[in-house]
């Protein structure tokens, strides 16, 4: 399926928190006990030092984002985009409306951790200008290894 030119970034509702905790189940957390459960998506919905984005095709839920921000850098929690949407810049779009708003919040950096045998999104990350900085074994409930990533964005004057 090619993603749609309709594609829209905005801001999740209450009513996207179960689409979100089932994609994270799905995309993120497959194999994993499930830890962003629909309770934990809403508690996150509802903090005021977290954005949880939405990339839409229509009505139909293409991806979705959760970022926290801190004082000087932010984390990106989660990041997912459908299989039929991947590889058609709605992944890198997401990520570029949430860097622009940790630079209005004046954030120095982003960082996140993801599996070390996700191979895609960590060459996706790279790609967006993100360095690996360290490997945690065990990191995902002991299972699996996570490799942490940074990315510098404010410009250092």
Excluded: C
Aim: glycine content about 8%.
């Amino acid at each position: 399926m090619k993603a749609s030119r309709n594609l829209t970034l905005k801001l999740a509702a209450p009513a996207d928190v179960a689409p979100i905790a089932a994609m994270s189940r799905e995309l993120i957390e497959a194999g994993l006990p499930w830890s962003w459960t629909p309770g934990r998506v809403a508690r996150n919905l509802g903090q005021r030092d977290t954005l949880v984005l939405t990339a839409r095709d229509a009505e139909r839920l293409a991806g979705f984002a959760i970022m926290q921000f801190g004082e000087e850098r932010a984390h990106l929690s989660l990041l997912a985009v459908r299989p039929d949407y991947q590889r058609q810049g709605v992944g890198r779009r997401m990520l570029e409306w949430l860097t622009a708003s940790a630079l209005t919040a004046v954030i120095a950096s982003v960082h996140l951790e993801l599996r070390e045998t996700n191979v895609g999104a960590r060459r996706f990350y790279l790609l967006q200008g993100f360095a690996e900085t360290v490997r945690i074994p065990g990191y995902y409930r002991g299972v699996e290894t996570a490799v942490r990533m940074l990315r510098e964005i404010r410009v250092k004057s």
